[in-house]
């Protein structure tokens, strides 16, 4: 298989990953953590590049910690998950840094770990995206029902006589899992764009909750391409013009979506009809409370 063949195969993988880990970090705002947890792994990729191993595993090796970082310490009183998730993002950001500089001679470009390269992946990456997201899916089809419960009434959950922490594991490890995944393609910078923003773009065009994953996932593979399409045609950095392409089509359909419902406003300001996103409205409440009595 060519480089490129294998760079269009990762970036579609990515994509429909974005549908699976991409619609858990938006419905349970998770986006600072997702972004923190990318940059945090920054020096596991640089400390197994000293050594010569897989920078993948040392990136998935250290994900791992921090996490249980992220967890010990959110614990403390009074400290939330955005305090702990700055602390370790500026924790991890600034360890890679430090070991980066005190070894110029590395046989990876630093520049490669923070901004990725889809054209230089491998079929062991490939292979890991692959394995990622079919474990994904396996997951979300076996705990679906309670994540969605937990993650639109925690309280109803709990009173429910429901455990929080084994949907919290899942969760976590599906996010985890995809972000140090996508960092050969696109780096620990731009390593949750093509997570985050087409499951953002999803959510404001999505008229249900269940139509968010699969729109997300046609928006990924969508953007993942065509960014790809312009870096190879145009000679500009493949990461960087993907990440543009995923801001670009949230942007515009943002934009649309503010048209529309401005145009679908009435002279009282009440709007004439219920057209895009319901999702967290009326009908979005709806499903979490069927979804409640069915977990």
Known sequence: MSYFALAITEIV?????????????????????????SH?????????????????????LFAIVLVLLMTLLG??????????????????????????????GLGVPVEALL?????????????????VLLVSLALVALTGRRIL????DPVGFRAAGFRAWPVEL???????????????AVGAILGVAILIGPAATARLIAPRLAWVPPISAAIGVGSGV?????????????????????AGVFVVVLAGRSLVGRR????????????FATVGGTRSTREVRDAATQA
Not at 43 to 55: E, H, R, Y
Not at 89 to 97: C, D, I, K
Not at 173 to 183: C, E, K, P, Q, R
């Open 226 to 246: 065509l960014g790809l399409w312009i870096s190879r045609e145009f000679g500009v950095a493949a990461g960087g013009s993907i990440g543009l392409v995923v």
């Open 170 to 184: 899942v969760v976590t490890g599906i996010i985890a899992a995809s972000i140090v995944v996508a960092m050969p």
């Open 264 to 275: 679908g406003t009435g002279t009282s300001g009440a709007p004439r009809s219920g057209n």
């Open 115 to 131: 901004v990725g390269s889809p054209l230089g992946v491998n079929t062991g990456d490939v292979a890991a995206t692959g394995g």
């Open 149 to 152: 419960f937990h993650t639109f």
């Open 75 to 104: 614990r403390i009183p009074g400290q939330g998950r955005q305090v702990t998730s700055g602390v370790v993002l500026s924790f991890g950001f600034a360890l890679g840094t430090l070991l980066a500089s005190l070894n110029p």
């Open 13 to 37: 993988l990515l994509g429909l990953l974005s549908g699976v880990a991409g619609t858990l970090i938006v419905f349970r705002r998770r986006s600072f953590f997702a972004v923190a947890l």
């Open 40 to 60: 945090a792994t920054f020096p596991g990729g640089v400390a197994f590049a000293i050594v010569g191993w897989n920078l993948l595993l040392g990136q998935a």
